[in-house]
């Protein structure tokens, strides 16, 4: 039987106690399993990475592509089929939505559904199956301990098929603890940085955003749900004190990238995803000699309620359906006017500032939590002039805290190295000359194909230009500068 294959093979001393969560890598099993995957992930980018150098980057897939799912969507016959795709885009607008709209603050995601498909070995959600997305995932344009986390989720994904298949013959239940600090390399970025418009990978290094994850599995597939939290207060610390405390770990230290790639049996059933939030919390408050809920101190006689909590976010959630249609639209039409997906990106992340913006207006109480304190405090400052009938100021300060509040930031995506750049540097008066038009961005990863620099822009048309060798791709049309390069 399957919990007898997955309790007793542990390598250690495990084997004489019994313990509520123990880590998967004691089951040899799963353990060599895992290094078997590694390998096949690791030989996957490897080989995009030679296509890079000799290259071929078009035959290499984006760090991220915000319009792989309309593409599909788009080209869809079947309508059945591209119902699941619009439900697709939908689910991840809506995801988008909440972590921007929760950037600074908890979320509960409730369990998301993924179907096993036995004639294809794999999971799919929305007729998207999960290996393609997954493979597609490991892409040499990442940053490096991005690529490593790429890594980690292919690996999770295939011990996960693997347990599902010990579970065919099973009515049991097999339940994963991972959890999923925010990146090192991305808090590094901030600090050094502090760069607002920066998107920073997708991650929310102001908080350092931690996602923790119980996935449900058996023989019919795969229940995910996730607590976003906010990290400073629950920090690597507490995760791994409490990790030691419940004897999953003995007595060792592990580095977030060694955390990540970990994934823990919940032996007992009975333990919740509230109960470790509220086990974390509970770590924290000792330490700090504070009053922690969900990662946020709150006053010291205040109640710690997780059920309402819960109940909180399912209500929030009820409430975004039309900023969600609106988004997935605005995703459609990006696609339908043929956009590069880089820049697709770029007009998403502005697309939701400016929703979100207009939202705060409104819900001035959110706006420290999608934005900052300062953009919360000049917003005070607007209703009163809008209520003193002093419109001109009013609009004045709108725009200008517009533009200097944060981006929107939302957990769990990856970098396509993209930044916008001052529409009068010399860089943007350069390739302006060129042909680009607008607004331009600076691409932070890729190298010119023409020349080796990394000194290439994009324009909201999809256009591209070297700023070094000057060639350009204008209305899909190529021009090579051959003169010597600047
Ligand atoms: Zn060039």
Same mark, same amino acid.
């Given at each position: 039987?399957?919990?007898?294959?997955?309790?007793?093979?542990?390598?250690?001393?495990?084997?004489?106690?019994?313990?509520?969560?123990?880590?998967?890598?004691?089951?040899?099993?799963?353990?060599?399993?895992?290094?078997?995957?590694?390998?096949?992930?690791?030989?996957?980018?490897?080989?995009?990475?030679?296509?890079?150098?000799?290259?071929?980057?078009?035959?290499?897939?984006?760090?991220?592509?915000?319009?792989?799912?309309?593409?599909?969507?788009?080209?869809?016959?079947?309508?059945?089929?591209?119902?699941? $795709?619009?439900?697709?885009?939908?689910?991840?607008?809506?995801?988008?939505?909440?972590?921007?709209?929760?950037?600074?603050?908890?979320?509960?995601?409730?369990?998301?559904?993924?179907? $096993?498909?036995?004639?294809?070995?794999?999971?799919?959600?929305?007729?998207?199956?999960?290996?393609?997305?997954?493979?597609?995932?490991?892409?040499?344009?990442?940053?490096?301990?991005?690529?490593?986390?790429?890594?980690?989720?292919?690996?999770?994904?295939?011990?996960?098929?693997?347990?599902?298949?010990?579970?065919?013959?099973?009515?049991?239940?097999?339940?994963?603890?991972?959890?999923?600090?925010?990146?090192?390399?991305?808090?590094?970025?901030?600090?050094?940085?502090?760069?607002?418009?920066?998107?920073?990978?997708? $991650?929310?290094?102001?908080?350092?955003?931690?996602?923790?994850?119980?996935?449900?599995?058996?023989?019919?597939?795969?229940?995910?749900?996730?607590?976003?939290?906010?990290?400073?207060?629950?920090?690597?610390?507490?995760?791994?004190?409490?990790?030691?405390?419940?004897?999953?770990?003995?007595?060792?230290?592990?580095?977030?990238?060694?955390?990540?790639?970990?994934?823990?049996?919940?032996?007992?059933?009975?333990?919740?995803?509230?109960?470790?939030?509220?086990?974390?919390?509970?770590?924290?408050?000792?330490?700090?000699?504070?009053?922690?809920?969900?990662?946020?101190?709150?006053?010291?006689?205040?109640?710690?309620? $997780?059920?309402?909590?819960?109940?909180?976010?399912?209500?929030?959630?009820?409430?975004?359906?039309?900023?969600?249609?609106?988004?997935?639209?605005?995703?459609?039409?990006?696609?339908?006017?043929?956009?590069?997906?880089?820049?697709?990106?770029?007009?998403?992340?502005?697309?939701?500032?400016?929703?979100?913006?207009?939202?705060?207006?409104?819900?001035?109480?959110?706006?420290?939590?999608?934005?900052?304190?300062?953009?919360?405090?000049?917003?005070?400052?607007?209703?009163?002039?809008?209520?003193?009938?002093?419109?001109?100021?009013?609009?004045?300060?709108?725009?200008?805290?517009?533009?200097?509040?944060?981006?929107?930031?939302?957990?769990?995506?990856?970098?396509?190295?993209?930044?916008?750049?001052?529409?009068?540097?010399?860089?943007?008066?350069?390739?302006?000359?060129?042909?680009?038009?607008?607004?331009?961005?600076?691409?932070?990863?890729?190298?010119?194909?023409?020349?080796?620099?990394?000194?290439?822009?994009?324009?909201?048309?999809?256009?591209?230009?070297?700023?070094?060798?000057?060639?350009?791709?204008?209305?899909?049309?190529?021009?090579?500068?051959?003169?010597?390069?600047?």
């Amino acid at each position: 039987m399957v919990a007898e294959q997955l309790d007793f093979y542990p390598q250690t001393e495990l084997q004489t106690r019994y313990v509520d969560i123990i880590d998967l890598d004691n089951i040899n099993l799963l353990a060599d399993s895992k290094i078997f995957f590694q390998k096949k992930a690791q030989n996957i980018l490897n080989e995009r990475e030679q296509k890079l150098v000799f290259g071929q980057g078009n035959d290499v897939p984006l760090a991220i592509n915000v319009l792989s799912t309309v593409q599909k969507y788009l080209y869809e016959d079947n309508s059945s089929k591209k119902e699941s $795709y619009y439900q697709a885009i939908e689910q991840d607008s809506s995801r988008l939505l909440l972590e921007a709209m929760r950037k600074n603050s908890w979320e509960y995601y409730p369990p998301v559904y993924e179907e $096993y498909d036995l004639t294809k070995n794999d999971l799919k959600a929305n007729e998207i199956y999960l290996n393609e997305v997954l493979v597609n995932g490991l892409s040499p344009w990442a940053h490096k301990e991005e690529q490593a986390i790429r890594i980690q989720e292919f690996i999770e994904h295939q011990i996960n098929l693997e347990i599902i298949n010990l579970l065919l013959e099973d009515d049991s239940e097999v339940i994963l603890l991972s959890i999923k600090e925010c990146p090192d390399y991305v808090i590094d970025e901030y600090n050094n940085t502090n760069d607002l418009e920066n998107s920073y990978g997708g $991650y929310v290094p102001e908080v350092e955003k931690m996602v923790i994850q119980l996935t449900k599995l058996s023989k019919n597939g795969a229940s995910i749900e996730q607590i976003g939290l906010p990290g400073k207060n629950i920090n690597h610390h507490t995760i791994i004190q409490f990790l030691n405390e419940k004897q999953v770990l003995c007595n060792s230290d592990l580095s977030k990238m060694e955390l990540r790639q970990k994934q823990f049996i919940i032996r007992n059933p009975s333990i919740t995803i509230l109960d470790i939030v509220a086990q974390l919390d509970e770590y924290s408050s000792q330490k700090l000699a504070k009053n922690v809920f969900l990662g946020e101190v709150i006053k010291a006689q205040e109640e710690k309620n $997780y059920s309402k909590a819960v109940e909180q976010s399912i209500s929030r959630q009820k409430t975004i359906e039309t900023k969600v249609k609106n988004i997935s639209h605005f995703l459609i039409d990006l696609c339908e006017q043929d956009l590069n997906p880089i820049v697709a990106e770029n007009e998403l992340i502005k697309y939701l500032k400016k929703i979100l913006f207009e939202h705060v207006l409104e819900h001035n109480d959110q706006a420290k939590t999608i934005f900052d304190e300062r953009t919360a405090h000049n917003i005070s400052i607007i209703n009163n002039l809008i209520i003193d009938q002093k419109n001109d100021q009013a609009l004045s300060l709108i725009k200008s805290t517009f533009r200097s509040a944060p981006r929107v930031g939302f957990c769990g995506a990856g970098s396509c190295g993209l930044i916008a750049i001052n529409q009068f540097s010399q860089e943007a008066k350069v390739v302006h000359g060129l042909g680009l038009k607008g607004e331009v961005i600076k691409d932070t990863v890729r190298v010119c194909v023409f020349c080796g620099k990394k000194n290439i822009f994009y324009d909201s048309g999809g256009n591209k230009a070297c700023a070094s060798c000057k060639s350009s791709e204008i209305n899909k049309k190529i021009k090579l500068n051959l003169r010597k390069s600047a």
